[in-house]
């Protein structure tokens, strides 16, 4: 990973014309967000003859990006100073107090500042508080979200001793931590494999690295010689900091309550040309208007690039790191949750091609869902397509239960790496969700439609891992005597899922699923409730209870005066008769079946004398 950062580093240096030469340039931060339109600068002029800065006012100055080396903005402690008098604004008074105030006051005292400007500085400031804080608060706005100084009109960009602050403070993390150096003279560098004049030990380009824990420094737990462990050169240090940059401004993508990092890897055969294509299908992707085409998405990343990777040819792979970083990109806290490396184009081409597949079954077509703006607001609806979302219907980010989530992205992994997944397992959790679904009298198409579509999806993908008595293909027996408009509905249905209904049992349990719903809708219509509900347990069903229903359902359509279904009847006995006693089938399978039956009864509806018997 490390060596496709520093490629990424390398390629965004010669982009932005910048070199490990000259580090200012790559140690600088933009302070800007999105919001960002103006700086609030604090003005101080020298008065000659009182040998002092005077407080001159508060101007606004646009904020330019062209502008970044003279902002001189470089991120610092959280609850303490930047690296420089520059700030992000989150409270005027908080940021005024503790970002510039005390950044003057630490570098006045105790001896740490060689210039007299910056404790001439801190004496106004602190002779002047209450007015630049006045003054702040009248000219602050959401869009005025930067803070810093001016001195004779100069920025701080504009002094060499406030670049070399940057300089010297940004470097020394590098090597001086926890009260110790580690650096050593001479030595291999582990990223470029050539020998440094000098080579440092505390190197750590993402937070998951760290040597603050005994243990974690070979040799026993002496930080200073962290070197040895992971020793790192400036040049090298400098440009994994800039290949960091990168991947936060182009590679790291929204994942379902997490984020992940694209980090592309090229093979030693990859020519300029091809890199350099690469890149700009990166690079365009964050912008719509330069997109080439409307993208098919696996995620609920509008700026996803997984569809535009997969058009490549082998001569890349594709490593995601999932992770969490609750602080920030660049925060304290940056936990991996998953790792996933050496991706072929071909492996993302063959997942969108599934998922294409997957798409075009007419049963996802017409199964119309809601969507939603950024806001959470329902804003229209579109027909069921399948990305990530849907497994993470039946695996959702629930705070007392962080096994979701774990279980999510083993998934997750399982389907990039193109290994097994346990069919049982994975419909323990669908079933779960459908029941809660049943239970609380919510509808239950939509997410049991997910959980087929799933599962037609890793079928096809050949990785959804059937057990014996699941999954082989047994004796199908079938009326062929019978002749008949549903008999040759469920035919055609039967064998288009053929992987799915491979015995009588299921095909039977789905059935009575089907014939099951047409007696709700009965009714429903006929008494606005549906009292036959109660007999289906929360579906949690057995072989017993499914026999036992058949016979009752048919009991009811008599009463009704409604029973038009004697040839689906007639086919469900079949199938339960030709598959004996003792199924080999699990409760969770059998309650599946029946609720995917109840779902697509549309599919097999028949019309009496004018009336439709639609779902209510």
């Not at 965004?12 to 931060?29: E, G, Q, R």
């Not at 609720?595 to 009864?601: K, Q």
């Amino acid at each position: 990973m490390i060596e496709a950062v520093r490629n990424l580093g390398e390629y965004a240096l010669k982009k932005n014309n910048k070199s490990t030469n000259d580090p200012l340039k790559i140690l600088i931060d933009d302070p800007a967000n999105r919001n960002s339109k103006g700086i609030l600068f604090i003005l101080f002029d020298f008065d000659d003859k009182e040998k002092e800065f005077k407080y001159k006012g508060v101007e606004v100055e646009e904020y330019s990006k062209e502008k970044l080396g003279k902002y001189l903005y470089k991120k610092g402690s959280p609850n303490g100073t930047d690296i420089t008098p520059t700030a992000m604004v989150t409270e005027i008074e908080k940021t005024f107090n503790i970002k510039i105030i005390n950044w003057f006051k630490n570098y006045s005292s105790n001896g740490n500042s060689k210039n007299e400007i910056i404790p001439n500085i801190y004496s106004s400031l602190q002779k002047n508080k209450e007015k630049i804080l006045q003054d702040l608060k009248e000219k602050s706005t959401v869009e005025n979200n930067i803070i810093s100084i001016k001195i004779d009109s100069q920025y701080p960009g504009d002094y060499g001793f406030l670049k070399n602050i940057l300089v010297n403070s940004s470097t020394e993390k590098y090597f001086k931590k926890f009260g110790k150096i580690s650096k050593s003279q001479n030595n291999l560098c582990s990223v470029c494999q050539e020998n440094r004049d000098e080579v440092y030990g505390f190197v750590s380009s993402f937070n998951f690295y760290t040597v603050d824990k005994p243990g974690f420094v070979s040799g026993g737990f002496r930080q200073e010689n962290a070197w040895k462990n992971y020793p790192v050169c400036l040049n090298c240090a400098l440009t994994l900091e800039e290949g960091k940059k990168y991947l936060a401004d182009y590679l790291s993508f929204n994942f379902y309550g997490f984020r992940y990092l694209l980090i592309p890897k090229f093979i030693k055969s990859t020519s300029r040309e091809q890199e350099k294509d690469i890149f700009k299908i990166i690079e365009r992707q964050k912008d719509p208007k330069l997109r080439k085409k409307i993208i098919k998405s696996l995620t609920n990343d509008e700026n996803e690039l997984l569809e535009e990777m997969s058009e490549q040819k082998n001569f890349l792979n594709n490593n995601f790191l999932f992770y969490l970083a609750p602080k920030g990109f660049d925060g304290s806290v940056f936990s991996i949750l998953l790792y996933i490396e050496d991706i072929l184009p071909s492996r993302l081409k063959k997942m969108f091609e599934i998922k294409e597949d997957v798409d075009r079954e007419d049963i996802f077509k017409t199964c119309i869902v809601p969507t939603f703006n950024k806001q959470g607001k329902r804003d229209g609806e579109k027909p069921l397509e399948f990305n990530f979302g849907i497994l993470r219907t039946f695996f959702p980010r629930v705070s007392k239960n962080r096994a979701f989530d774990k279980y999510f992205l083993s998934i997750i992994n399982s389907i990039f790496i193109d290994k097994p997944i346990d069919y049982v397992f994975l419909l323990s959790f669908i079933i779960q969700k459908i029941r809660e679904d049943f239970l609380n009298s919510y509808p239950t198409k939509i997410d049991t439609l997910k959980a087929f579509m799933l599962l037609n999806y890793l079928r096809k993908l050949k990785i959804l891992k059937m057990k014996e008595g699941t999954g082989q293909m047994e004796s199908v027996a079938s009326p062929n005597e019978m002749r008949g408009e549903i008999k040759e509905r469920t035919e055609v249905f039967f064998q288009k899922f053929s992987n799915f209904f491979n015995n009588n049992i299921k095909k039977g349990i789905f059935l009575e699923g089907v014939l099951t719903q047409f007696l709700l809708n009965i009714q429903y219509r006929e008494r606005k409730a549906t009292p036959f509900r109660v007999k289906l347990k929360g579906l949690k069903l057995d072989e017993k209870q499914v026999k036992r229903l058949l016979p009752e359902i048919q009991n009811k359509l008599e009463e009704y005066g409604k029973n038009y279904y004697r040839e689906l009847e007639t086919l469900i006995s079949f199938y339960f008769i030709s598959s004996g006693d003792n199924w080999h089938i699990s409760n969770d399978e059998i309650s599946f079946y029946f609720v995917l039956g109840m779902n697509l009864s549309d599919l097999f509806k028949k019309e009496k004398e004018g009336e439709s018997f639609e779902n209510e």
